[in-house]
């Protein structure tokens, strides 16, 4: 990047400090709704209404609302042809660091918006080195694989950040690439610290950024950080309540936490954005954020024991009849939400004869939520006693984790392959085979260990120590299994079954004070449960004396 010349870049906030419109006509609804976005301060070559509606697409992309981001941004090439930053926003807008890979059709709109930026001509070296900067993602996007190219984006800014120590934009984009870029495997979390210390600094100045208080959360979205991210998660839906993601967002810390109430409150209310967005902009279709809400949704009402609601959810899961866009988010919310229905709630023979809807999906793309759909059906067929059907499922996940070695997702395959073992693992138990069923349990245990989950999830169907728990008890070694749902317990707090698994290991112990702990737990959890779980109705026994 050709960073020579540094602007006297605090002269130039200081004249075109422009904030997103906080109480504004909403043009994404379309209607005299007031707009709460958050504040961006984004200056740019251009005229007023350029700059106003430049801030305005910002303030959405931080907030990864990508969609009205990329028709704010192309808005302005109207309104100002000779803006080229309108088309750094557009090409900004088409890659989603955390999400999926752009596709080949978007790397190529995105390298066309940097073209066309080019043949207009950037006004001053910031705006510059911001185009060359993105464009070190779109380069040789046919020669260079996704991760080379993000960690050249990621190289870009931070020479951006180093350079113009005033734009706390720049600062601010460096430290969601940052994220973006860290290695699943490093639970020192090097990447993700530095960049909760980089947000830190600016919410000091912009205490209303969006994309501040968004990345703090996701910089945290880890068991061993999550504390961290909590006053940024009750923050964010406040900053931008009108953005359905920013009502979602809070939940990913909620969820590591435990802390259900609060997730469902956040769902709740993200999924009812979507919908209304939905109904005004693709009737009759359903879209990938409301999915994304009602898999966080579904999962907290089944900690609660809130089966009816969770019904509820899953009940409107099988109207859905299309889907948009139809990616990686919504794929996994269509096979994950019906599966952690049956098998959160025991419910065997549901989770054997689970079936994929809607079954005109594009399923084929995706291998990893296929994976969980075969991966709930063997965890049902086990406990009813088919080890045919176990046989039949372990090998079709199998099947996937090939598919996507073979398309060099190895992120992805390596989830798979942690669902394979565990579905191993059961095969043996099925089989009479002991010490293979623990070996493979083990070895599952330990691969989940030196991962993380993807933001798309709120966790696995069940946590790989809770499975190894669950294995240990159905061979009677109930001081071994209770070991590993206690472990289970600290990075995936106040989860029914490990509490009820926990309770249930100490009670065959014979330990009936820890035994009483956990159910004591589970029951002060549930005391708005609406379903008839037997493992409930054993707790409340238990305390009861009976």
């Known amino acids: 990047m050709k960073l020579n010349k540094v602007l006297t870049y605090t002269g130039i906030v200081a004249l075109l400090c422009y904030s997103v419109v906080i109480a504004q006509k909403s043009q994404h609804h379309k209607s005299s709704k007031i707009e709460i976005i958050g504040k961006v301060h984004f200056p740019i070559s251009g005229n007023s209404l350029a700059q106003d509606q430049f801030n305005r697409g910002m303030a959405l992309l931080h907030s990864f609302w990508y969609e009205e981001a990329g028709k704010t941004f192309a808005s302005i090439t109207n309104m100002d042809p000779s803006c080229a930053m309108a088309y750094w926003g557009l090409a900004t807008s088409y890659y989603h660091p955390l999400w999926e890979p752009p596709d080949a059709a978007t790397l190529k709109k995105g390298w066309e918006a940097i073209q066309q930026a080019k043949s207009i001509g950037t006004k001053t070296d910031r705006e510059r080195d911001y185009f060359e900067a993105i464009e070190a993602f779109y380069k040789d996007a046919d020669k260079l694989d996704h991760r080379t190219r993000a960690l050249a984006y990621e190289k870009a800014l931070e020479q951006l950040y180093l350079l113009y120590p005033d734009d706390q934009e720049a600062a601010v984009l460096y430290a969601l690439e940052l994220v973006a870029t860290a290695l699943p495997t490093d639970k020192s979390y ?321 330990n009936n004070d820890q035994a009483k702990t956990y159910f004591e737990k589970l029951v002060e959890l549930c005391k708005q449960a609406d379903g008839d779980r037997n493992e409930l109705k054993e707790a409340k026994e238990f305390l009861a004396g009976k």
């Not at 291998?367 to 372990?394: C, K, M, Q, S």
Request: zero cysteines.
């Open 190 to 510: 090097t990447n993700q610290k530095k960049a909760s210390d980089i947000l830190n600094k600016v919410l000091k100045d912009q205490p209303d950024h969006p994309g501040v208080a968004h990345y703090i959360i996701h910089s945290n979205d880890y068991p061993a950080l999550a504390s961290r991210g909590l006053d940024a998660a009750r923050k964010y839906s406040k900053i931008a309540p009108s953005v359905p993601h920013a009502l979602h967002m809070p939940s990913h810390i909620f969820t590591r936490l435990g802390l259900w109430d609060e997730s469902i409150e956040s769902n709740r209310a993200s999924e009812t954005a979507a919908k209304n967005y939905a109904a005004q902009n693709f009737k009759d279709t359903t879209w990938d954020q409301e999915l994304h809400a009602k898999d966080y949704l579904m999962y907290a009402y089944l900690q609660r024991g809130e089966d009816n609601k969770a019904k509820g959810v899953q009940d409107e899961l099988m109207k859905i009849k299309v889907s948009k866009p139809e990616n990686l988010v919504a794929s996994y919310a269509l096979a994950t939400i019906p599966a952690r229905y049956a098998v959160e709630r025991r419910k065997w023979s549901e989770a054997a004869s689970l079936t994929l809807y809607p079954n005109d999906f594009a399923w084929t793309r995706f291998p990893f939520p296929l994976a969980i759909h075969y991966f709930a059906r063997v965890l049902g067929a086990t406990r009813n006693g088919d080890t045919t059907g176990v046989e039949a499922y372990v090998g079709k996940i199998a099947s996937f984790r090939a598919m996507l070695i073979e398309k060099k997702q190895n992120y992805w395959a390596d989830q798979v392959e942690i669902l394979h073992r565990e579905a191993a693992a059961w095969l043996a138990y099925t089989q009479g085979k002991k010490a293979d069923a623990i070996s493979l349990m083990r070895s599952a245990v330990e691969l989940e260990d030196s991962t993380e989950k993807h933001p798309i999830t709120p966790g696995p169907i069940v946590p790989a120590h809770e499975l190894m728990g669950e294995l240990l008890l159905e061979l009677n070694q109930p001081a071994e299994a209770l070991r590993e749902f206690e472990t289970s317990l600290q990075s995936s707090p106040n989860r029914f079954n490990g509490l009820y698994s926990a309770a249930r290991a100490a009670k065959l112990m014979g």
